[in-house]
């Protein structure tokens, strides 16, 4: 007999009332709230997957993702302005276009090299949902006292834009791994070339124009209409790329960056709604990622997939990121800070869940696990180091 779903809900609500009131001293503390979230949804795996059938399970945790993932992106997209970065963050700059790639390429040698017989597409597409990293992990590092301005502000570009600049590689990694289009290179071509295309094309068209329409009526807006609108255009984009055979999440990203370079009022209310329904919506993702991802992954690891989620917490991550850092004035301590604080998370368990739920892969359980043993890893020791690591480093002259 299985669980009730209301009960199942119940008891998962008052989780989270019960975060909400001791969130301060949670804060002080080793735990952070994907540690408590995911451990919540591993200890109730079982309820869950009772409490529903396996067909509305996969909706649910298809239609998260994708909801998180769309506003995440233009969320955090939305705060990049173009001056700044051309100004003051050289650092963040050199590891998206050095770094990124470079660690790209790390991570699809070192996955094929561990498991050739799944063949380069498939180690392609690991590395590219393995790249972004999720400030969220440890975020006593961006918002410690003790951390320089400079590396904390370094972290949270480098974590808002890699999700973004990533998605062209997750996506053809699974269009080329992908089985049904394995025997047609012409139909895999075009898909690819419409997806890359058409997607960017729809975010800069809705980016600009809504922009220019809340410009426009500026006098009119309420206060409180600020966060409908972020939603409505951040959804506007993801659909109409998807309407037209683009791809909705690259739109939603690069929506994002239009919007907020041509907005020419505060866009406070974005911010001020992500971290409402935002930290909502974190950690529903990592309760799902504990209840219906984790468990499968623990059931199909095997000593390739812990030996490549250690390298890519690793050498895969801190390599890269250290030769892009080459050249600037950092010490040798804040280029190993920076190598070691990308912590994998919300970006690499919904990239995860929409490409195999999008696309039939000949190694699903193996990506699966390696996904699921690196965030679980990265969630438990990027968790338990933020706050040490933020005082030695902001201890040092």
């Known amino acids: 007999?299985?669980?009730?779903?209301?009960?199942?809900?119940?008891?998962?609500?008052?989780?989270?009332?019960?975060?909400?009131?001791?969130?301060?001293?949670i804060a002080k503390?080793?735990?952070?709230?994907?540690?408590?979230?995911?451990?919540?949804?591993?200890?109730t795996s079982h309820a869950v997957e009772t409490a529903a059938s396996p067909e509305s399970l996969d909706h649910s945790r298809r239609l998260l993702a994708e909801v998180t993932l769309v506003l995440v992106l233009f969320s955090d997209?939305?705060?990049?302005?173009?001056?700044?970065?051309?100004?003051?963050?050289?650092?963040?700059?050199?590891?998206?276009?050095?770094?990124?790639?470079?660690?790209?390429?790390?991570?699809?040698?070192?996955?094929?090299?561990?498991?050739?017989?799944?063949?380069?597409?498939?180690?392609?597409?690991?590395a590219a949902v393995l790249t972004p990293t999720d400030a969220a992990l440890g975020q006593t590092v961006v918002t410690s006292p003790d951390m320089p301005v400079r590396l904390s502000q370094t972290i949270n570009v480098e974590s808002g834009l890699n999700d973004g600049l990533v998605l062209p590689f997750v996506l053809l990694g699974a269009i080329l791994a992908s089985k049904g289009?394995?025997?047609?290179?012409?139909?895999?071509?075009?898909?690819?070339?419409?997806?890359?295309?058409?997607?960017?094309?729809?975010?800069?068209?809705?980016?600009?124009?809504?922009?220019?329409?809340?410009?426009?009526?500026?006098?009119?807006m309420a206060e409180p209409s600020g966060g409908v609108a972020f939603?409505?255009?951040?959804?506007?984009a993801f659909l109409g790329a998807e309407i037209i055979g683009g791809n909705g999440f690259i739109a939603a990203f690069i929506g994002g960056m239009v919007f907020g370079n041509t907005y020419r009022h505060d866009i406070h209310f974005i911010s001020e709604f992500m971290e409402g329904v935002g930290q909502l919506l974190t950690m529903g993702a990592?309760?799902?990622?504990?209840?219906?991802?984790?468990?499968?992954?623990?059931?199909?690891?095997?000593w390739e997939t812990v030996v490549l989620a250690i390298l890519f917490l690793t050498v895969v991550r801190m390599l890269p990121?250290?030769?892009?850092?080459?050249?600037?004035?950092?010490?040798?301590?804040?280029?190993?800070?920076?190598?070691?604080?990308?912590?994998?998370?919300?970006a690499s368990i919904l990239?995860?869940?929409?490409?195999?739920?999008?696309?039939?892969?000949?190694?699903?359980?193996?990506?699966?696990?390696?996904?699921s043993m690196t965030v679980f890893l990265s969630i438990i020791l990027h968790g338990i180091t933020a706050a040490p690591l933020s005082k030695w480093i902001g201890s040092k002259p």
């Open 321 to 346: 990121i250290w030769l892009s850092l080459v050249g600037t004035d950092l010490a040798l301590r804040d280029k190993l800070f920076l190598g070691w604080f990308g912590p994998r998370g919300i």
């Open 1 to 25: 007999m299985g669980a009730h779903p209301q009960i199942v809900a119940f008891g998962i609500l008052l989780c989270v009332i019960a975060y909400a009131l001791l969130s301060k001293s």
């Open 351 to 371: 990239f995860t869940l929409i490409m195999i739920d999008e696309f039939e892969f000949p190694g699903e359980e193996e990506l699966l696990a390696c996904v």
């Open 29 to 43: 503390s080793i735990l952070t709230l994907p540690i408590i979230f995911m451990g919540i949804g591993f200890v």
């Open 231 to 236: 939603l409505a255009v951040a959804f506007a």
């Open 181 to 220: 289009l394995a025997d047609t290179p012409d139909g895999l071509a075009t898909n690819a070339i419409q997806q890359l295309a058409l997607g960017p094309l729809v975010g800069i068209a809705v980016g600009w124009g809504f922009a220019k329409a809340m410009d426009a009526a500026q006098p009119h």
């Open 286 to 302: 990592f309760f799902v990622f504990g209840a219906l991802i984790l468990p499968d992954g623990l059931a199909y690891m095997t």
């Open 77 to 126: 997209a939305s705060h990049v302005r173009f001056r700044r970065l051309r100004e003051s963050f050289q650092v963040p700059l050199r590891m998206l276009l050095i770094g990124l790639p470079l660690t790209i390429g790390l991570g699809t040698a070192v996955a094929y090299f561990l498991s050739p017989e799944s063949g380069l597409a498939m180690a392609l597409l690991t």
